[in-house]
């Protein structure tokens, strides 16, 4: 939101134009003074910060609705099977951690194969983190919070057998 502060308008005295968006629960803000800019001037940078703005708005709400369907406590992340049919007709599943998010109107998807005793080691989990907190922006705060929640990978995949349904063609 723009706004345009005459004189009288707040308690503080400020006179300007200040522009506001809120990103993920947190307000980003710019204040433009008459005394530093040209009323026009201020009002032409702060539509172009706000329409920046927008698009983080966008792209956090987008990354933030990915996945509901998250066996793994963290959006957009979920254990699964990788299923390859080879000419053979004989079809093999292979136990994954995959990571999707969107971008614009991309639906994106990483994959981690996870070894055949089922237990995710730490490498892939910081690896996981690391890309997370790349694609995603995080703080150093939240990654950290999120090495420390690694999910069980094993109980997963030991309560959750492979179903392979054979497809009649």
Not at 1 to 13: A, H, P, Q, W
Not at 67 to 78: A, C, E, R, Y
């Amino acid at each position: 939101m723009i706004r345009n502060y005459k004189d009288g308008d707040l308690g503080s005295g400020f006179i300007g134009v200040r522009v506001a968006v809120s990103i993920g629960g947190k307000v980003k803000q710019k204040w433009f003074a008459n005394s530093r800019y040209e009323i026009n001037e201020a009002l032409e940078l702060a539509g172009k910060l706000e329409s920046t703005w927008f698009e983080m708005q966008i792209e956090h709400e987008q990354n933030d609705i990915i996945s509901n369907i998250s066996n793994t406590g963290i959006k957009g992340l979920s254990f699964t099977y990788d299923q390859t049919v080879k000419t053979s007709g004989k079809i093999y599943a292979y136990p994954i951690i995959s990571f999707q998010r969107r971008k614009k109107e991309l639906l994106l998807s990483e994959k981690w194969f996870i070894p055949n005793n089922l237990c995710m080691t730490d490498e892939t989990w910081l690896e996981i983190c690391s890309h997370i907190k790349k694609v995603r922006k995080l703080k150093q705060k939240t990654f950290l919070k999120l090495i420390s929640i690694k999910p069980d990978s094993k109980k997963y995949f030991s309560e959750n057998k492979m179903k392979i349904k054979k497809v009649d063609g």
